[in-house]
T-cell receptor, first 113, second 113 residues
Framework: DSGVTQTPKHLITATGQRVTLRCSPR?????VYWYQQSLDQGLQFLIH???????AKGNILERFSAQQFPDLHSELNLSSLELGDSALYFC????????????FGSGTRLTVV | GQNIDQPTEMTATEGAIVQINCTYQ??????LFWYQQHAGEAPTFLSY????GLEEKGRFSSFLSRSKGYSYLLLKELQMKDSASYLC??????????????FGGGTRVLVKP
């Protein structure tokens, strides 16, 4: 157990629908990062939150949004889902220390049918 | 933009040595990370280099040359369980970047008996 909790582990939904993915960071970590990994693709950075504030945005679609709550958990909202949104979505947390990068959650596998 | 290149796939024999190269061209540099990722699982931290030279950690070593924008991960005494993808990632650093990691596409290593 990495200490980063993601729910749900698997999600199957239809095109056009909206889903919410949840992430609880490791205790004490203020930063949460969201990444998308499509089949046989690298990790694509979506968005970073630090202590409730958005810090950086990557190639995140307008249909996607995220937030980080006062208790530091984060949610990634995906709407108007398309088949191409099927992917593994990882959340990672960091204390902000430079030396050890991130700790990743086990991911949410989203399948859009 | 940011560019991180690594080979797509490598094959090696159990007990042998494999070297995975990574070259990068990024707008900033605050360290280079290597992660291991088994299929469908979360990436796990292997190593971190911020200064030039070799970092050794058991069977795994990582090398960095900042002037050449080059790193490699060396896996010795390969075991079947080392079959996985290996991800090179650069931390761009700076407050704006929020310690964001930019990942290469990953190198899939297949260890054969």
């Amino acid at each position: 157990d990495s200490g980063v909790t993601q729910t749900p582990k698997h999600l199957i939904t239809a095109t056009g629908q909206r889903v919410t993915l949840r992430c609880s960071p490791r205790s004490g970590d203020l930063s949460v990062y969201w990444y998308q990994q499509s089949l046989d693709q690298g990790l694509q950075f979506l968005i970073h939150y630090y202590n409730g504030e958005e810090r950086a945005k990557g190639n995140i679609l307008e249909r996607f949004s995220a937030q980080q709550f006062p208790d530091l958990h984060s949610e990634l909202n995906l709407s108007s889902l398309e088949l191409g949104d099927s992917a593994l979505y990882f959340c990672a947390s960091s204390s902000g220390g430079k030396d050890y990068g991130y700790t990743f959650g086990s991911g949410t596998r989203l399948t859009v049918v | 933009g940011q560019n991180i290149d690594q080979p797509t796939e490598m094959t090696a024999t159990e007990g042998a040595i494999v070297q995975i190269n990574c070259t990068y061209q990024t707008s900033g540099f605050n360290g280079l990370f290597w992660y291991q990722q088994h299929a469908g699982e979360a990436p796990t931290f292997l190593s971190y280099n911020v200064l030039d030279g070799l970092e050794e950690k058991g069977r795994f070593s990582s090398f960095l040359s900042r002037s050449k924008g080059y790193s490699y991960l060396l896996l010795k005494e390969l075991q079947m369980k080392d079959s996985a993808s290996y991800l090179c990632a650069v931390s761009l650093g700076g407050r704006a970047a929020g310690n964001k990691l930019t990942f290469g596409g990953g190198t899939r290593v297949l260890v054969k008996p």
